[in-house]
């Protein structure tokens, strides 16, 4: 019933838009654009009106984003999404399984929204079609916590924002070449489809194949993002996009750690490039997303936006964890197939977005419903193979390939076999006021209800662990710039939810609250003009509570009291001094510690927090004098302290500090571009990794490229 509600309300709009279009004939109101990354626009601007949904300025925000720029992606010789958040503040790159996880604010998350909605899938992608690149701080439950709730933490969210279709025709054709077999071409085409200009398409793609330094592995990635967008008069406007992915690869070698004599990744003297596996044994990435979009002008001071998302991923195939055992001195391989994994979802989300005064008091208000539809279903079976040394001669690398897994897995039954269905139904409106000119207080909440359709076993066709959730999340702001339009103090108060499953206790459901994250953050944001700088100085403090525990007096029994805190300073600068210079820095420092918890754990860093310390920094530089007028020569760097894999009264496990090194030689006329890149300059050999696993980083890889210009 509630789903039919959403839908019919969705549609309503849509039908009114059409009436109201028919009743304006005698008023001509102006399209209020939905943001577009253009050159003379200040990046965090844009992800300031993204990540709030509102009108609103970066010095206006009492929320911190922080942004890989374009002008950052054009300096880059980017081809994948974890080398871009290598300079956002405060990534930390995590676990490096089917879909790479990174740390933010001591909690873990994925790459899962595109554009401001959901467009989680079981692989990052592409960065072809990536204007920039924004990491939202904190939790964000009011504006992103509907299906988002099950994809995002309370450190923060990644949200891609892709190109747009314009109204001048161009081409940019790249190709590109560089280490361990790097192969890759991408297309970008852009046209008016009639002479009007109203209606505009655009199409991004790319083909990437890309070996291992290691003794097997590889991935071959094809992506296609079409887009078009239709201004059917002047107030309104439709778009529709799709996202297409086909990616066949190994994966990362992935080492499960256990306690033992070693205690960090370095005194595990691992063969580096030793794989433990073998290039017939793949995993496939198929995924198809359609995204719609319909702007309507109301009136001058409003506008409804309708947007309509389907996601459709599956993943068949084989990954391969590598356990180490007997004090790391072995190692157990086992297998995971699956026949496949899917995930699909349905979001329609409705938003009224207002700019007005009510007297002299101005106000920037959204408010919206939001349906959305998750299912995760899974066939699979698993098992471990013969133990082999972690160093030295391997037993099975001869025949440890495709035909011999599925001979051994033919006999074995299904270890998963299930499928998972979700609803989420939102209510939620946040206003931007301003009391004084130079003040402005944020006012937002959301009501999430949950309905958790349950576990059904597509074995014994039984459903367990259903159960309904109403998740209450509110979200204050107030900044005030002490001087106009340059410096601006702020402080928020955020809060997100997780459901939380029930657990079963003696043969009986034990129904739970979701699990909440509430963040106190004040701190200063700067804006010179000219690009003069660009800064952003924060501190915070996340308390998690209501997490689930076992009781330690009935290990039958749970208990709803777990507490975690996590505090930190950010630093995040970004300046043009003079015409042809760029200089971004950032550094984070982060605190956190389980509160209420086990007794193996409490008190402790929990793992999978990432590291205390990591920081980042750029510099690219542009002659200015005729005869070196193209060249731009740019170098950078990453610092990444050591990450807990493991972390309890027992002992502790974790990687190794690491720094890397880029740099990046370009030369750029009118018509075309030549880049020489390289990454990880210094060939550090590091470890990264979470959810008490560990991988080698990729070595020194040196890119050629070169970019046609139509």
Same mark, same amino acid.
């Given at each position: 019933?509630k789903?039919?509600?959403?839908?019919?309300?969705?549609?309503?709009?849509?039908?009114?838009?059409?009436?109201?279009?028919?009743?304006s004939?005698?008023?001509?109101?102006?399209?209020?654009?939905?943001?577009?990354?253009?050159?003379?626009?200040?990046?965090?601007?844009?992800?300031?009106?993204?990540?709030?949904?509102?009108?609103?300025?970066?010095?206006?925000?009492?929320?911190?984003?922080?942004?890989?720029?374009?002008q950052?992606?054009?300096?880059?010789?980017?081809?994948?999404?974890?080398?871009?958040?290598?300079?956002?503040?405060?990534?930390?790159?995590?676990?490096?399984?089917?879909?790479?996880?990174?740390?933010?604010?001591?909690?873990?998350?994925?790459?899962?929204?595109?554009?401001?909605?959901?467009?989680?899938?079981?692989?990052?992608?592409?960065?072809?079609?990536?204007?920039?690149?924004?990491?939202?701080?904190?939790?964000?439950?009011?504006?992103?916590?509907?299906?988002g709730?099950?994809?995002?933490?309370?450190?923060?969210?990644?949200?891609?924002?892709?190109?747009?279709?314009?109204?001048?025709?161009?081409?940019?054709?790249?190709?590109?070449?560089?280490?361990?077999?790097?192969?890759?071409?991408?297309?970008?085409?852009?046209?008016?489809?009639?002479?009007?200009?109203?209606?505009?398409?655009?199409?991004?793609?790319?083909?990437?194949?890309?070996?291992?330094?290691?003794?097997?592995?590889?991935?071959?990635?094809?992506?296609?993002?079409?887009?078009?967008?239709?201004k059917?008069?002047?107030q309104?406007?439709?778009?529709?996009?799709?996202?297409i992915?086909?990616?066949?690869?190994?994966?990362?070698?992935?080492?499960?750690?256990?306690?033992?004599?070693?205690?960090?990744?370095?005194?595990?003297?691992?063969?580096?490039?030793?794989?433990?596996?073998?290039?017939?044994?793949?995993?496939?990435?198929?995924?198809?997303?359609?995204?719609g979009?319909?702007?309507?002008?109301?009136?001058?001071?409003?506008?409804?936006?309708?947007?309509?998302i389907?996601?459709?991923n599956?993943?068949?195939?084989?990954?391969?964890?590598?356990?180490?055992?007997?004090n790391?001195?072995?190692v157990?391989?086992?297998?995971?197939?699956?026949?496949?994994?899917?995930?699909?979802s349905?979001?329609i989300?409705?938003?009224?977005?207002?700019?007005?005064?009510?007297?002299?008091?101005?106000?920037?208000?959204?408010?919206?419903?939001?349906?959305?539809?998750?299912?995760?279903?899974?066939?699979?079976?698993?098992?471990?193979?013969?133990?082999?040394?972690?160093?030295?001669?391997?037993?099975?690398?001869?025949?440890?390939?495709?035909?011999?897994?599925?001979?051994?897995?033919?006999?074995?039954?299904?270890?998963?076999?299930?499928?998972?269905?979700?609803?989420?139904?939102?209510?939620?409106?946040s206003?931007?006021?301003?009391?004084?000119?130079?003040?402005?207080?944020?006012?937002?909440?959301?009501?999430?209800?949950?309905?958790?359709?349950?576990?059904?076993?597509?074995?014994?066709?039984?459903?367990?662990?259903?159960?309904?959730?109403?998740?209450?999340?509110?979200?204050?702001?107030?900044?005030?710039?002490?001087?106009?339009?340059?410096?601006?103090?702020?402080?928020?108060?955020?809060?997100?939810?997780?459901?939380?499953?029930p657990?079963?206790?003696?043969g009986?459901?034990?129904?739970?609250?979701?699990?909440?994250?509430?963040q106190?953050?004040?701190?200063?944001?700067?804006?010179?003009?000219?690009?003069?700088l660009?800064?952003?100085?924060?501190?915070?403090?996340?308390?998690?509570?209501?997490v689930?525990?076992?009781?330690?007096?009935?290990?039958?029994?749970?208990?709803?009291?777990?507490?975690?805190?996590?505090?930190?300073?950010?630093? $995040? !600068?970004?300046? #043009?001094?003079?015409? +042809?210079? =760029?200089?971004?820095?950032?550094?984070?420092?982060?605190? %956190?510690? &389980?509160?209420?918890?086990?007794?193996?754990?409490?008190?402790?860093?929990?793992?999978?927090?990432?590291?205390?310390?990591?920081?980042?920094?750029?510099?690219?530089?542009?002659?200015?004098?005729?005869?070196?007028?193209?060249?731009?020569?740019g170098?950078?760097?990453?610092?990444?302290?050591? $990450? !807990?894999?493991? #972390?309890?009264?027992n +002992?502790? =496990?974790?990687?190794?500090?690491?720094?890397?090194?880029? %740099?990046? &030689?370009?030369?750029?006329?009118?018509?075309?571009?030549?880049?020489?890149?390289?990454?990880?300059?210094?060939?550090?050999?590091?470890?990264?990794?979470?959810?008490?696993?560990?991988?080698?980083?990729?070595?020194?890889?040196?890119?050629?490229?070169?970019?046609?210009?139509?």
């Amino acid at each position: 019933m509630k789903k039919k509600f959403f839908i019919a309300l969705a549609l309503v709009a849509s039908v009114q838009i059409y009436a109201q279009e028919k009743d304006s004939i005698e008023k001509k109101y102006t399209l209020m654009d939905e943001v577009i990354i253009e050159g003379v626009r200040k990046s965090k601007d844009v992800s300031s009106e993204l990540a709030s949904k509102l009108p609103i300025k970066n010095l206006e925000n009492p929320q911190v984003t922080a942004s890989v720029s374009p002008q950052l992606i054009k300096n880059r010789n980017f081809y994948t999404q974890g080398e871009m958040l290598q300079n956002a503040t405060g990534v930390v790159p995590s676990w490096a399984g089917i879909s790479p996880y990174y740390s933010i604010r001591g909690f873990r998350t994925r790459s899962s929204f595109r554009n401001g909605v959901n467009g989680y899938v079981a692989s990052d992608m592409d960065p072809v079609s990536i204007a920039q690149l924004e990491v939202i701080k904190g939790p964000s439950a009011v504006i992103f916590g509907g299906g988002g709730s099950t994809m995002i933490t309370f450190g923060g969210l990644i949200n891609r924002i892709t190109v747009k279709p314009q109204d001048k025709a161009f081409a940019n054709i790249s190709v590109l070449g560089g280490s361990y077999d790097l192969q890759r071409t991408t297309l970008d085409v852009n046209s008016p489809l009639d002479k009007d200009g109203k209606i505009l398409a655009r199409l991004t793609g790319a083909y990437t194949y890309k070996g291992s330094f290691q003794d097997q592995g590889f991935s071959k990635t094809f992506f296609a993002a079409p887009s078009i967008s239709y201004k059917v008069n002047n107030q309104m406007k439709i778009q529709l996009d799709a996202e297409i992915l086909n990616k066949t690869a190994t994966n990362n070698s992935l080492y499960q750690v256990a306690l033992g004599n070693a205690k960090s990744s370095e005194e595990l003297n691992l063969d580096y490039f030793h794989s433990f596996q073998d290039n017939t044994v793949t995993l496939n990435n198929k995924a198809v997303n359609i995204y719609g979009k319909i702007i309507y002008q109301l009136s001058p001071n409003w506008k409804s936006e309708t947007n309509l998302i389907s996601i459709n991923n599956k993943t068949p195939g084989d990954y391969i964890r590598l356990r180490l055992d007997d004090n790391s001195q072995n190692v157990t391989r086992r297998v995971y197939r699956m026949y496949p994994e899917n995930i699909t979802s349905q979001q329609i989300q409705q938003d009224f977005v207002g700019n007005f005064n009510i007297g002299k008091i101005k106000n920037r208000l959204v408010t919206g419903v939001e349906y959305y539809h998750y299912l995760y279903a899974i066939s699979s079976k698993s098992m471990n193979f013969t133990k082999v040394p972690a160093t030295g001669t391997d037993s099975q690398n001869a025949y440890f390939n495709n035909e011999y897994i599925a001979a051994q897995l033919a006999s074995k039954p299904y270890g998963e076999n299930y499928k998972a269905v979700q609803d989420h139904y939102s209510f939620y409106i946040s206003d931007v006021i301003n009391p004084l000119e130079n003040l402005s207080l944020m006012l937002s909440a959301r009501i999430n209800h949950i309905d958790n359709k349950g576990t059904q076993d597509l074995l014994t066709a039984t459903t367990t662990a259903d159960y309904k959730q109403t998740a209450i999340s509110p979200k204050l702001g107030i900044n005030y710039q002490i001087i106009p339009e340059k410096i601006a103090l702020f402080a928020n108060y955020m809060n997100g939810f997780q459901a939380q499953a029930p657990q079963s206790v003696n043969g009986e459901m034990t129904n739970f609250q979701p699990v909440y994250g509430n963040q106190w953050e004040s701190g200063v944001k700067i804006s010179l003009q000219k690009n003069l700088l660009d800064a952003v100085l924060s501190y915070y403090n996340i308390d998690v509570t209501n997490v689930v525990r076992q009781d330690p007096n009935n290990t039958a029994s749970y208990l709803q009291d777990g507490k975690q805190n996590s505090k930190g300073f950010e630093a $995040d !600068l970004e300046s #043009n001094p003079i015409k +042809g210079l =760029f200089l971004h820095a950032g550094l984070a420092y982060n605190d %956190s510690k &389980l509160i209420v918890s086990d007794a193996l754990t409490q008190g402790l860093r929990p793992v999978d927090a990432g590291p205390k310390l990591s920081g980042t920094w750029y510099i690219n530089y542009a002659p200015q004098s005729k005869g070196l007028s193209g060249f731009s020569l740019g170098l950078g760097g990453s610092h990444y302290g050591k $990450d !807990l894999i493991i #972390n309890n009264t027992n +002992g502790s =496990f974790s990687t190794d500090a690491y720094t890397l090194i880029n %740099s990046v &030689l370009s030369f750029e006329k009118t018509g075309y571009v030549f880049s020489l890149s390289a990454n990880n300059l210094l060939n550090e050999h590091y470890w990264y990794g979470g959810r008490g696993m560990i991988t080698p980083g990729m070595l020194r890889e040196v890119i050629l490229s070169f970019k046609l210009k139509l």
